[in-house]
């Protein structure tokens, strides 16, 4: 019996150990919560996801001409979809993952501090703060702060 107190101990205490050094290596960094696509067709897309996806429409940003230049599908309270039109420079697929970070700024140092290439920050269109991680394997990475201003952070609390 103590043999197996003293396993269990050890396995929490290893399992503890674990939890605070992922913890701490991306101190700031609180979640994945979207993936961007790029689409032939965006106001067609919105549609399948809407109606045999069940997401729900969450926010869009359109263009001078009234066109959709992204519009985010809430999938679930804290994960959406980015849909963007395809262009020239912008293959229809996958096109990145967004992360979102505490502080962005403080984000953009930790990851340059490693070597990375990161953009500066900015602020978008939809009132959050953004830059990028050039990624090697999959080009390109979304640090997102939320500020409550933001669209997201106004999807996120109207959840329900």
């Given at each position: 019996m103590r043999g197996v107190?003293?396993?269990?101990?050890?396995?929490?205490?290893?399992?503890?150990?674990?939890?605070?050094?992922?913890?701490?290596?991306?101190?700031?960094v609180a979640m994945m919560n979207h993936v961007g696509i790029s689409?032939?067709?965006?106001?067609?897309?919105?549609?399948?996801?809407?109606?045999?996806?069940?997401?729900?429409e969450a926010f869009r940003v359109n263009d001078e001409k009234g066109q959709p230049r992204l519009v985010?599908?809430?999938?679930?309270?804290?994960?959406?979809?980015?849909?963007n039109p395809v262009t020239a420079q912008r293959p229809a697929g996958f096109?990145?993952?967004?992360?979102?970070?505490?502080?962005?700024?403080q984000a953009v140092a930790m990851f340059r501090s490693r070597g990375l290439t990161v953009t500066d920050t900015n602020l978008s269109d939809?009132?959050?703060?953004?830059?990028?991680?050039?990624?090697?394997y999959m080009g390109?990475?979304?640090?997102?702060?939320?500020?409550?201003?933001?669209?997201?952070?106004k999807a996120i609390q109207s959840w329900k």
């Open positions: 107190m003293v396993f269990a101990a050890g396995l929490f205490a290893g399992l503890a150990i674990q939890v605070l050094t992922a913890q701490n290596a991306n101190r700031g689409v032939p067709n965006v106001n067609e897309a919105v549609t399948y996801y809407t109606q045999k996806m069940g997401y729900r985010y599908m809430q999938i679930s309270k804290n994960t959406f979809l980015e849909l096109s990145h993952y967004g992360l979102v970070v505490e502080n962005a700024g939809t009132k959050a703060i953004l830059a990028n991680i050039t990624d090697p390109r990475i979304e640090l997102t702060e939320l500020p409550p201003e933001s669209m997201h952070y």
